[in-house]
């Protein structure tokens, strides 16, 4: 019987949360990237994008919502499926949507769909230090947790709008407690959005877990851009800290592969696509 990479009893995969650690300490930069459906996925993971987010972003650039908040778990569950198929050996990281987390009950109950059901290897939740025994809940069943801090797009009417994060010293030092506090509480990965990158780079070589930015600068141990958004094919204004790779490319695999390149070779992102 020939082996394939659809048996059950055979995986191809090679990036795990324990790969991207182990990269960080060997000062290897990694590549991630919004995906939604399997042809995308494919594309990515073809590229050599590690890691894989089936973002709630998904609520903006895929349904044309305002915002996340629309996002349900099924909708994150079905993106989530899909490019679980199309994804080859990049790590699949599931995000979990406005108020799915709301209990530790909830965050169990929906952390196990996205694992089950969608296929996800890891789950994203947006968070503070007030999420810390959620995370240690995940976490001691076995389910690796990514915390999400500075902008978190969820708290976008709580905060009143998309902005940086952590400018002032005393929302410094707020960031950097909750990213120790909720490592300490079991994540396994940390994603910055939106802060400056002198802070993202304190955090960085703090945390002994793998840290991904996004508008962060480029200490980080890893970047992710939404999708669309480095297609340039976003409605609208793009965001300043990412930047269009279709451009000048020629086709979609070109420019994820430029991609891929100016992140592990540290020319993206560079200081027009950064905050201080
Ligand atoms: O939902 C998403 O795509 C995200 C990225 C912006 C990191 O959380």
Redesign the pocket.
């Known amino acids: 019987m020939g082996t394939s990479k659809t048996s059950p009893l055979v995986t191809s995969r090679r990036i795990t949360v324990a790969s991207l650690r182990k990269g960080k300490h060997e000062g290897r930069r990694f590549a991630a990237l919004?995906a939604y459906d399997a042809s995308f996925a494919a594309l990515e993971d073809a590229a050599g994008v590690e890691l894989i987010?089936v973002?709630?972003?998904?609520g903006m650039v895929v349904q044309g919502h305002r915002s996340?908040i629309p996002v349900t778990m099924d909708h994150v569950v079905y993106h989530t499926r899909l490019v679980a198929r199309g994804a080859g050996s990049a790590l699949v990281m599931g995000?979990m949507p406005f108020m799915s987390f709301a209990t530790i009950d909830d965050a169990r109950r929906n952390a196990a769909r996205l694992m089950q059901e969608g296929g996800a290897e890891i789950v994203?939740l947006e968070g503070t230090g007030a999420q810390g025994e959620t995370v240690e809940a995940l976490s001691a069943q076995g389910i690796p947790v990514c915390a999400?801090l500075g902008l978190r797009?969820q708290a976008v009417h709580k905060v009143g709008a998309y902005k940086i994060q952590g400018r002032e010293p005393e929302a410094a030092k707020v960031l950097m407690d909750d990213a120790a506090s909720l490592e300490q509480a079991g994540a396994d990965m940390l994603?910055l959005?939106c802060v400056p990158a002198s802070l993202a780079k304190k955090i960085t070589e703090h945390a002994q877990v793998p840290v991904v930015g996004?508008g962060a600068g480029v200490h980080c141990d890893g970047q992710?851009l939404?999708l669309y958004d480095m297609l340039g094919i976003t409605p609208g204004r793009r965001p300043s800290f990412s930047k269009d790779f279709l451009a000048g490319a020629g086709s979609v695999p070109a420019a994820l592969e430029a991609y891929v390149e100016a992140v592990k070779s540290g020319t993206f992102p560079s200081t027009e696509h950064t905050f201080d």
């Open positions: 919004t987010l973002g709630d972003s998904l996340t995000d994203k999400h797009p994603l959005e996004i992710i939404v």
